[in-house]
């Protein structure tokens, strides 16, 4: 049989030099997320919140691939349990795609996850990524930072479909309650509405198909909904519509490539808003 599309590394997830790094920690969802956790810090997270967020943790967010994650890691020598040197930094999608990568590395189909959970700010829909996995019968959708540090009242490593919806969901969602598009997005920022929404469906077709951008990458027609400019024209929410109803009809359930959305151009460049300036970069392609 075909190995599943998701069981094989992509450009970003790909540990390189650092496989034998990659697999430390234990081979269970709970193990593996507490792993992660024990070297990357994020930066609105509890532990930036008593220890702080340095300027060379804020340097870290602009970390793209899994190699580039853990050299950092290895360097500070967090990974042999270094308590004086600061954590990696690093936001959900980072953490995400380590274990994203772990699960590859042992043959078993992951991927990224775009979208939006309200259980991170009450009264919001705070944009957010998972690790979703597949357990031989069905995807599970883990949340690799809940997962190691508990504080929730359902089952992190199962997340329940209702707590987390799909930036095609969340589309839909606000397409038939337009008063709420403000719920969704970055409450702490003050970014959401359709806009973000938007530029969220972009960057989750980009993920299903194994090119995993940073949370704040516009290109596209996102490339016009930054954070400095969040009007949506009457063409590009019928093509956003279009997009979000491929991403509904999709074979998300499948282990293949998602043949309804294939044919959509990806990017070899991004604007990217890493500390909320805008800065344009060249994606790798190999």
């Given at each position: ?11 970003y997830s790909e ?17 593996i ?11 609105r ?30 360097k500070?020598?967090l990974?042999?349990?270094?308590s ?10 980072d ?7 772990r699960?590859?590395?042992?043959g ?6 775009v ?8 009264g ?19 949340d690799v ?6 504080g ?8 329940p ?11 839909f ?17 003050n ?5 973000f ?5 972009l960057r989750?077709i980009?993920a ?6 940073k949370p704040?990458?516009?290109w596209?027609?996102?490339k ?10 009457q ?9 979000a ?6 074979d998300?359930?499948g ?6 959305v ?23 392609n190999?």
């Amino acid at each position: 049989m075909r190995k599943s599309f998701y069981a094989s590394q992509s450009i970003y997830s790909e540990p390189g030099p650092y496989r034998e790094t990659l697999m430390r920690g234990g081979v269970e969802p709970k193990s593996i997320a507490r792993w992660i956790s024990s070297f990357m810090q994020h930066p609105r997270g509890a532990e930036s919140e008593e220890r702080g967020f340095t300027p060379e943790q804020a340097a870290d967010l602009e970390l793209r691939s899994v190699a580039e994650i853990l050299s950092v890691a290895v360097k500070r020598n967090l990974l042999e349990g270094d308590s004086a040197q600061h954590k990696v930094g690093g936001v959900c999608r980072d953490f995400a795609i380590l274990a994203v990568s772990r699960f590859r590395e042992r043959g078993i189909p992951a991927r990224l996850r775009v979208g939006f959970a309200d259980y991170l700010v009450p009264g919001h829909w705070e944009d957010h990524w998972l690790c979703e996995w597949h357990d031989g019968g069905r995807w599970k959708r883990l949340d690799v930072e809940f997962a190691a540090i508990g504080g929730v009242s359902f089952d992190t490593l199962d997340l329940p479909r209702e707590r987390f919806l799909t930036a095609s969901e969340a589309w839909f969602r606000i397409k038939d309650e337009p008063a709420i598009a403000s719920r969704f997005g970055v409450s702490s920022l003050n970014l959401g509405g359709e806009w973000f929404v938007a530029g969220s469906l972009l960057r989750e077709i980009a993920a299903l198909r194994k090119l995993e951008l940073k949370p704040w990458d516009y290109w596209g027609l996102s490339k016009n909904l930054s954070p400095v400019s969040t009007e949506l024209s009457q063409q590009a929410r019928t093509t956003f519509d279009q997009l979000a109803s491929r991403l509904k009809n999709a074979d998300v359930d499948g282990n293949g490539e998602l043949e309804a959305v294939a044919d959509w151009p990806l990017p070899k460049r991004v604007v990217s808003f890493p500390q909320g300036e805008p800065v344009a970069v060249v994606l790798r392609n190999s």
